[in-house]
């Protein structure tokens, strides 16, 4: 996982909704070898395009903590 550039835009708090999800990917934690900082990945992916198994990509959400307890995920009954 490669750290992306600074964006110009910061958000303080927002809320997404996101339609027509056909998947979600939850990626490891991973540390940087040069910060030490954790990484990891949610991905969202839309429903199967007809007649293919193809899906376009909706949204990557990328947590970042100096510890890899500070971006663990959980949720009740949950398979992730």
């Known amino acids: 996982m490669t750290t992306p550039s600074p964006a110009n835009v910061i958000f303080t708090a927002a809320n997404v909704e996101v339609n027509d999800v056909g998947q979600v990917v ?3 934690p991973e540390q940087d070898p040069d910060t030490g900082d954790w990484a990891r990945e949610i991905r969202i992916f839309g429903e199967e395009e007809a007649g293919t198994s193809t899906r ?9 903590g100096e510890s890899r307890v500070w971006i663990e995920l959980g949720a009740p009954a949950q398979q992730f």
Do not use: C
């Open 26 to 28: 939850v990626t490891d």
């Open 56 to 64: 376009k990509h909706l949204l990557t959400i990328r947590l970042h």
